[in-house]
């Protein structure tokens, strides 16, 4: 069934847990997801982000309405959201095709420059019932194959992720405290009094991005620090290609494609699990 983020994040809070995140940007790894999720009867978190179309994949306006498909028919609740909108024109385009949730992602821009396109964004999905999420401090690189390792990261501040909820109305927060999108070059030091610290001045969730290459233990201590969604991928996509790789037989691309979705399918599994406390 198809819900917006802040229906899915209502369900996160009462558990105490955090609803996993994971990319689907061809129907492999949709089907991956949300057959994970139906197997463990959790809610999941099914996203496009707008840098897919520059890596050359699919178009928000041809998977779309594939991912909407797919949630509606889930016995499992599913949000659809688009990661990572840097565009507001991209944001809008996703609403109108019914995304029930968007992330405007305006962390590269002055923090007042940020809340103004945030607080537009809001406007519009007010109009959809839809839910937005927005990220303030900056994980550094979006892009997972060109992951900095960090460096670029600006911790948010806990009273500028106050200041920034209550000026733009936004349902979950992207914050950074230590996790970087991607492969890490070194072990990430996850900062879990910076987490606290933050939830003691905000009232919505907050979100952990660059899920993949995080401890078991890491992860359980993010979210009873008060994390609520997790964004993972690159280990989701990375056990998909490790799974063709040791095919014996790689023949046929229709099998190939098979082999990477169970691979990916597990891995999800195993990741739901954490975050569900399973
Ligand atoms: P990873 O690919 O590092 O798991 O991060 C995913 C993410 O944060 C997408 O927004």
């Not at 519009?124 to 992951?147: F, I, N, P, Q, Y």
């Not at 008060?226 to 099998?255: L, P």
């Amino acid at each position: 069934m198809l819900l917006n983020l802040k229906s899915i994040m209502e369900l996160a809070e009462e558990k105490n847990i955090a609803i996993g995140t994971f990319n689907g940007p061809n129907f492999e790894s949709i089907k991956a997801v949300i057959n994970a999720a139906e197997e463990l009867d959790q809610p999941v978190v099914l996203t496009h982000a707008q840098l897919h179309e520059d890596w050359g994949l699919c178009r928000i306006d041809e998977i779309g309405p594939i991912m909407l498909f797919m949630a509606k028919k889930a016995s499992v609740p599913v949000c659809v959201h688009l990661d990572h909108g840097t565009d507001l024109d991209y944001v809008k385009k996703g609403l109108d095709i019914g995304f029930t949730s968007v992330m405007y992602d305006g962390s590269e821009l002055s923090l007042e420059q940020n809340v103004e396109n945030t607080k537009k964004v809001v406007e519009m999905a007010a109009r959809t019932g839809a839910s937005v999420e927005a990220e303030v401090g900056s994980m550094g690189a979006r892009d997972m194959g060109k992951g900095d390792g960090g460096e670029g990261s600006i911790y948010t501040d806990p009273d500028v992720a106050k200041w920034f909820v209550e000026q733009t109305g936004v349902d979950a927060l992207a914050c950074a405290f230590g996790s970087v999108h991607g492969l890490y070059m070194k072990e990430p030091k996850l900062d879990f009094d910076l987490i606290r610290r933050i939830k003691a001045k905000i009232d919505v969730p907050i979100v952990m991005h660059g899920g993949s290459g995080v401890s078991d233990e890491d992860y359980r201590n993010v979210i009873k620090a008060g994390v609520r969604k997790i964004n993972y991928y690159t280990y989701m996509g990375k056990a998909g290609a490790n799974a063709v790789s040791e095919m014996k037989d790689k023949t046929y691309f229709h099998d190939m494609a098979h082999t990477a979705e169970l691979a990916m399918k597990e891995n999800v599994k195993r990741i739901i699990k954490v975050f569900s406390n399973l």
